[in-house]
């Protein structure tokens, strides 16, 4: 029962309370090894949208019209990150919401199952230095446009936390070309000041790439973590604009 | 029901930190005549009808779509 159902019985002079607009649903995938997706769903929250957590065995997105693959460990990483959860039953309906222009942001581990899955394109190699990386880095935003990318400005410099062993994105260098012909990255580490200098790229990264995003714009991943980023109180708001990108179209 | 494995390697032109890494202890261990390594991935299956050839093609799809990523990996079924 809902706080207004509630509030309609009410009886005896109460007056009943006014239901509150019904608030966009975004799913977030939990795996066996997620472990950002409680930080995900508040997030969504903070951004005014109801997050709903879907099981990996989940055959549906319980009628979310946008979905958040979180970072962790799926499946242990195990044979490559990301690549088990690439096969999970909940991966059919993430397909089924990219066809039909729903949005999706894949971050760290949900970009590298993006990249299993074929959402996105190259894979993701361990880090030059073969260490975990956990600090902030900066971003420079490539393209700011599409459903997820609206709220940034083309050049503006975001920072956000990095987690990962395996950042080091790869491809062979004709889909590299390809990609930055049809405008495809859309963040790239940089220097505070938006150089993309190779000394900004913490994980040696082609192109320093740190997020892509589909031709269609509803196809969104990135190795940083957003979902850490939507209150000062906690280091600051730049990974607020994206989360409400995508809880607007949810 | 026989054994077969499945190699996994990096493809050629991918860098491999690891076996880089590998190669730099191997050569600090005075071992100067390894010049490179490489790091792959050997999966061992117990298999069904392995001698069947839509079994044989079966395993060849499984090991280019599941154990590797053809974007950096190169594979090899090995049957018993």
Redesign the interface.
């Known amino acids: 029962m809902t706080a207004s159902g509630r509030g309609r019985e009410g009886s005896g002079g109460v007056p009943a309370v006014v239901a509150p607009p019904a608030r966009r649903r975004v799913a977030v995938v939990v795996f066996p090894g997620s472990n950002c997706d409680r930080d995900a769903m508040a997030a969504v929250e903070r951004a005014g949208g109801e997050a709903v957590p879907v099981w990996h065995q989940s055959e549906d997105l319980a009628g979310c019209g946008a979905a958040i693959l979180p970072g962790g460990f799926s499946y242990g990483d195990y ?2 990150a990301g ?1 088990m959860a690439a ?1 999970s039953p909940v991966m059919r309906a993430i397909r089924r919401l990219a066809v039909e222009g729903g949005a999706i942001l894949g971050i760290c581990n949900g970009f590298q199952i993006l ?2 899955v074929g959402l996105l394109p ?2 993701m ?6 260490r975990f990386i956990c600090r902030d880095v900066h971003l420079r935003v490539e393209r700011a446009d599409g459903l997820l990318l609206r709220h940034l400005r083309r050049g503006q410099v975001l920072r956000l936390p990095i987690a990962h062993k395996e950042g080091n994105w ?3 260098a004709e ?1 590299v070309e390809r990609v930055e012909r049809e405008g495809g990255v859309a963040f790239r580490y940089c220097s505070a000041r938006g150089e993309t200098r190779p000394d900004a790229n913490p994980n ?1 990264a082609l192109a320093n790439v740190a997020g892509l995003v589909n031709r269609e714009g509803n196809v969104l991943g990135l190795m940083p973590h957003p979902e850490r980023r939507v209150w000062s109180l906690l280091g600051g708001e730049d990974g607020l604009p994206l989360v409400r990108a995508l809880v607007e179209v949810a | 029901m026989g054994q077969v494995e499945v190699r996994v390697k990096l493809k050629e032109d991918v860098l491999d930190p690891q076996g880089e890494a590998i190669r730099r202890v191997l050569a600090g261990l005075g071992y100067g005549e390894i010049t490179r390594v490489r790091v792959g991935k050997l999966l061992m299956l117990e298999v069904d009808g392995s001698e069947r050839p839509e079994v044989r093609a079966r395993l060849e799809q499984a090991a280019r779509e599941v154990l590797s990523n053809p974007v950096i990996e190169d594979f090899e079924v090995r049957l018993p």
């Open positions: 044979l490559r690549a096969h990249l299993e190259g894979a190699l361990p880090n030059r230095t073969l790869y491809a062979p889909v040696g």
